[in-house]
């Protein structure tokens, strides 16, 4: 009787594993796209004129 619901507990956690993996790649997911948005010219701060270098 007792070795019939240790199987059963150990599915109960398959969720829950998932879960936690899904949120850890989510939270690698947004901080590459972080850094991408802090290097990309579309949020950027747009760019003073060039100055001449010649008199």
């Known amino acids: 009787m007792v070795l019939s619901v240790v199987p059963r507990l150990a599915w109960m956690g398959v969720p829950f594993i998932g879960y936690f993996i899904g949120m850890k790649i989510e939270r690698m997911e947004t901080e590459r796209l972080t850094l991408y ?19």
């Open 37 to 55: 948005r802090d290097k990309s010219a579309l949020y950027g701060s747009p760019v003073p004129p060039a100055t001449p270098t010649w008199p």
